[in-house]
């Protein structure tokens, strides 16, 4: 009898195989070849899931994203208090986190001059973005936020402070430490927050 094969779960292991070539080794040398061998599997099996490197990376990209959010799912938080938890699972805090800012970085040096990767970046920018903004709706409508402020100014500020962070933290030794990113984004939080009553 042939043995049943899962498909998703191939897709995963292939992706987490990807991870680790490239906390280990770097992009630039992150091979199909290297993390057909990561995941033990034969360089047709990933040709067979994904149709180049490119792919691999945007789909790891999102693996990665997409952890973020299953850990914010079954939040109660709501307002900013539901914002601040989202932006520090996004900023990298811990070795998990830094490792998923790798893999982001790593891609966008992948995207870079090619048009289908920029696209797939520009994606998930705008639903990062979204997310944001549906949080900082839900601040202002709760009545948490200064009433002069600009929200499509303020979700660039989250979103350069979670960019900044992650490449920094993927690039530099000296970058910021977890209280640090912490104190940066309760700054950026208390000058968008009404004041107390």
């Known amino acids: ?22 906390a280990r080794q770097g992009i630039a040398n992150t091979t199909t070849r290297e993390i057909a061998k990561e995941a033990n599997y034969s360089s047709g099996v990933l040709a067979h899931y994904f149709k180049d490197k490119a792919d691999i990376m945007a789909s790891a990209m999102r693996a990665a994203h997409l952890e973020v959010l299953e850990r914010v799912s079954g939040t109660k938080l709501t307002g900013l208090a539901a914002l601040r938890e989202y932006l520090l699972e996004c900023l990298p805090l811990d070795k998990r986190r830094r490792l998923l800012a790798t893999i982001e970085a790593s891609f966008w040096g992948q995207a870079v001059g090619d048009k289908r990767l920029i696209e797939i970046n520009g994606r998930e920018l705008d639903a990062l973005r979204g997310r944001i903004r549906d949080r900082l709706a839900e601040a202002s409508q709760l009545g ?39 104190r940066m984004l309760d700054r950026v939080i208390e000058r968008i927050a009404a004041d107390p009553r």
């Not at 899962?6 to 292939?14: C, P, W």
């Not at 499509?152 to 430490?177: C, M, N, P, W």
């Open 144 to 182: 948490e936020l200064k009433p002069d402020i600009d929200i499509e100014q303020a979700i660039r500020e989250f979103h350069v402070l979670i960019d900044g962070l992650s490449v920094q933290a993927t690039l530099y030794k000296g970058s910021a430490s977890r209280d640090e990113q912490i």
């Open 1 to 22: 009898m042939p043995k049943i094969v899962d498909h998703e779960e191939r897709r995963r292991a292939i992706i987490r195989a990807t991870w680790q070539v490239i």
